[in-house]
């Protein structure tokens, strides 16, 4: 059972920073200055002085899979981007997979595997019984994997990689987070080369 995490970019604004540079060229009605490399130094201003709202013209979605319930759950809290997760109304969770955490210890993975066989055949006994998914869910735990497709814009982005990416934050959300860090700076570099991702605990 595979259940590494993985993320991968399904869409991202095209010529994004040099939108973002012509939106906020707009405000100080600077187009005379745009250049073939401008989009680089001017972006980079924008950051400093806190004037972030240009980044919102432009926007990535991602694709998670074989993350937690319990990672999707901190994910969605974030309000100012559109999601598309799996159901488990629709979705049929008979042979559900699941995350173990790390600090689970190697001693002690089969025991956890184990507990979590319970609830698949409590979840199947109800199942069998007559129950509808979307009932039987709630016999189903935080660690069942999900799939899940997020889109938000520059800003949003910045915001959620700055607070998912720290230390204090989750392990799960931390790792998805650094790989969307990861995509979003070899697309947009001027507007994410300047987020420190400290990656201990990886």
């Not at 060229?25 to 073939?36: E, Q």
């Not at 993350?67 to 974030?78: D, E, G, K, N, P």
Request: some cysteine; hydrophobic content about 40%; glycine content about 4%.
């Amino acid at each position: 059972m595979d259940t590494k995490i993985k993320v991968t970019m399904l869409a991202i604004t095209p010529n994004a920073e040099k939108l973002i540079e012509e939106a906020g060229r707009t405000c100080y009605l600077s187009f005379d200055k745009i250049g073939a490399d401008s989009a680089s130094d001017f972006i980079g201003r924008l950051l400093k002085m806190g004037h972030d709202s240009p980044l919102e013209h432009a926007c990535a979605t991602f694709r998670i899979e074989n993350c937690s319930r319990a990672m999707t759950h901190q994910l969605v809290r974030h309000r100012l981007m559109s999601v598309s997760q799996q159901s488990q109304r629709y979705v049929d969770e008979k042979d559900f997979a699941f995350v173990v955490p790390p600090t689970v210890p190697a001693e002690n993975v089969e025991e956890f595997s184990g507990d979590m066989e319970v609830i698949r055949k409590l979840y199947s006994k109800w199942r069998d019984k007559g129950l509808k998914r979307e009932d039987a869910r709630f016999f189903l735990p935080n660690a069942c994997t999900s799939e899940i497709v997020v889109t938000a814009n520059f800003r949003e982005w910045r915001h959620i990689i700055s607070i998912r990416t720290s230390q204090k934050a989750q392990w799960e959300i931390r790792i998805a987070c650094t790989e969307i860090h990861r995509l979003l700076l070899e697309q947009a570099p001027n507007c994410f080369g300047d987020i420190e991702i400290n990656s201990n605990g990886q």
